[in-house]
């Protein structure tokens, strides 16, 4: 198993051409985390964020990645580039999610609990900003991000499985085969 810590690696995220698409969220500059280089991801990485901010960056261009423990996941990544993966991080840590997607659509990030993908969106918050502690509630949510927005600093909660979507785009549990946007956070 490995672990990687980020305070050396911070730098700064410039909304470089949003301009009227000042969405929630968008507060300027943080330093954030960046996520191992392709290579060095594996199942077994888990990312230490705990001083500077882990991007999770959304957008289409994830495409379906089937996890060894979870199943097909879908257009969420640590990594700006490549397909989705399953957010493996230590309890603790700081999360931000990025829509930089480049089909320029709106998206959200929000939790669906511990158990499992649910058969349908169930998150109520999920178009609004919600909470600061990615857990097993149904409340925490970015909110809708427009194209180049990012949301609130997020804190991993306790160890555990957290399932989420996106509520314009997850239809129900993802397959291989459904593009259901849909994603874990595995807090270690």
């Not at 964020?49 to 882990?54: G, N, R």
């Not at 511990?114 to 600061?132: I, V």
């Not at 409340?139 to 555990?160: D, E, K, M, N, Y």
């Amino acid at each position: 198993m490995t672990i990687k810590h980020f305070p050396a690696i911070a730098a700064a995220f410039a909304l470089s051409g949003c301009g009227a698409h000042v969405g929630a969220g968008n507060t300027g500059a943080l330093p954030l985390a960046q996520a191992p280089l392709a290579q060095e991801q594996s199942q077994d990485t888990i990312i230490d964020a705990t001083i500077t901010p882990l991007v999770i960056h959304i957008g289409f261009e994830h495409g379906e990645h089937t996890d060894r423990t979870f199943g097909p996941v879908y257009f969420y990544s640590p990594l700006r580039t490549g397909t989705a993966e399953v957010i493996r991080v230590r309890t603790g840590s700081k999360l931000v999610f990025v829509n930089d997607d480049p089909n320029r659509v709106d998206h959200t990030a929000s939790g669906f609990g511990p158990r499992a993908f649910p058969l349908t969106f169930d998150n109520n918050s999920g178009m609004h900003r919600s909470g600061s502690t990615i857990n097993s509630t149904l409340t925490w949510s970015t909110g809708t991000l427009v194209p180049g927005a990012h949301s609130q600093v997020f804190t991993i909660g306790p160890r555990g499985h957290y399932f989420f979507g996106c509520a314009f785009h997850y239809t129900t549990k993802p397959t291989t085969t459904n593009g259901s946007m849909g994603d874990v956070i595995v807090s270690m």
